[in-house]
């Protein structure tokens, strides 16, 4: 049987427990819903403060599909993804940094009890293209399109060639993370 911090927390009168314990000026019964269905493990392991931030993601979240962080911590990247659930998300989201060239070095996935998920992922950008704000920019904008793309009965889209820093029109198929390209329509092949 796995311990106890990798259940869902299920019982509102504990978090509110752990919010009498922190200095957290939040919205208590919001902050319940957010965290309602994550391990026990994420109160345990995750700073006051980084929770706040992933607080602050989820309230700004809205009707989108998704919305992402990007923030260097020392010599590595950590990526945070509040999205609303789907199949695959989680596939796509590492097929992205993987097409941008970042390498994953942890992963951690949670979802709480109103289908959002919250994925957290520490990178390692040994090329360098995160230094760049503009490429930061665009491979999260282009992570946000892919989470709130449905692969099946998907029509023609641009597919962004971390390379060049274009778009190509493309044909639905398969290839690479932008997951509707073939190998003569896709600038990245």
Known sequence: MPPIEYFPITDEREVGAFLDRIPLAVDRERFTRFVLGFPHHYLAATSP?????HFALVTSLGRRAAITALAREGALWKLVVVASDRKFLFARIAGSLSFFGANILSAEAFANTEAVVLDIFTLADQRGRFEESEERRRFQAFLEGR??????????????????????????ARCCACAGATR????TW
Request: charged share 30%.
């Open 49 to 53: 403060v980084e929770m706040v931030k």
């Open 184 to 187: 003569s329509g896709c600038s």
């Open 147 to 172: 989470s709130r793309r449905s692969r099946r009965g998907r029509s023609p889209a641009a597919c962004p060639s971390p390379r060049s820093g274009t778009t190509r029109s493309i044909r639905p």
